[in-house]
């Protein structure tokens, strides 16, 4: 039985994942025009026997998705990390957003009168 180590879940049955498909397969650039390199990324896979690393999304748990490592021939899992990683923390607080506002001068409207 396949069972898939969620980070945010824990150890779940396969049943609650979804397959996305090869994750080794790098996409072309947005403007490459080599219509062969648009064929390799759609149609052409692998297949190997052994190590595979493949997307997995968590739709029955916290749908994040998954970059698994899996062993083709015994589903055995080496590893399980999320697919997106975290954006970069910003520096930036509420406190600092509201010092900002209390010192950001507003525009003076002169009087014309
Ligand atoms: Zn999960």
Known sequence: MLRIEC????????DEFRYGGDASVTRPGHD???PEAWYRYVYVRANPAGLHREF??????CRQWLMV??????????????ARKA?????????SLAQKSLTKKSPVRKSTA
């Open 56 to 61: 997995w999304q968590h739709v029955i748990g």
């Open 69 to 82: 490592e899996r062993d083709t021939r015994n589903h055995a899992i080496a590893s399980v990390a999320f």
């Open 7 to 14: 980070p945010c879940c824990g150890l779940r049955d396969h």
């Open 87 to 95: 954006p970069a923390k910003k520096s930036f607080t509420q406190t």
């Open 32 to 34: 490459d025009p080599d």
